[in-house]
Nanobody
Framework: QVQLVESGGGLVQPGGSLRLSCAAYGFTLGYSVIGWFRQAPGKEREGVSC???????YYADSVKGRFTISRDNANATVYLQMNSLKPEDTAVYYC???????????????????WGQGTQVTVSS
């Protein structure tokens, strides 16, 4: 059974950092595309970043230079390191998986088959 479990969210002051984790179960993480998405209250879900099966990465303009996505295949986990956090980064963050092998990733939710339950990130002083 495919399952994704996010962790690492919390409350952080502006300018601070958090590292989100997405643990994968039931499929081979190393061959998959993983995306991170977020949804703030009253807003639509938006793509944040993704990593392809060959470790190509993509970032939304709003997080470029501040967020870094990485993969640890041995531990079947994908990370999202978030630095220089801003209040507008406050949202529930979700990871998602697309299991077919792909060299390129996209941060469109339609590309992904499996979703985690989300973890809350709040950036506030």
């Amino acid at each position: 059974q495919v399952q994704l479990v996010e962790s690492g969210g919390g409350l952080v002051q502006p300018g601070g950092s958090l590292r989100l984790s997405c643990a994968a179960y039931g499929f081979t993480l190393g061959y998959s595309v993983i995306g991170w998405f977020r949804q703030a209250p009253g807003k639509e879900r938006e793509g944040v970043s993704c990593i392809s099966s060959s470790d190509g990465t993509y970032y939304a303009d709003s997080v470029k230079g501040r967020f870094t996505i990485s993969r640890d295949n041995a531990n079947a986990t994908v990370y999202l390191q978030m630095n220089s956090l801003k209040p507008e980064d406050t949202a529930v963050y979700y990871c998602a998986a697309s299991t077919p092998f792909a060299h390129v990733c996209f941060i469109s939710s339609y590309e992904y088959d499996y979703w985690g339950q989300g973890t809350q990130v709040t950036v506030s002083s």
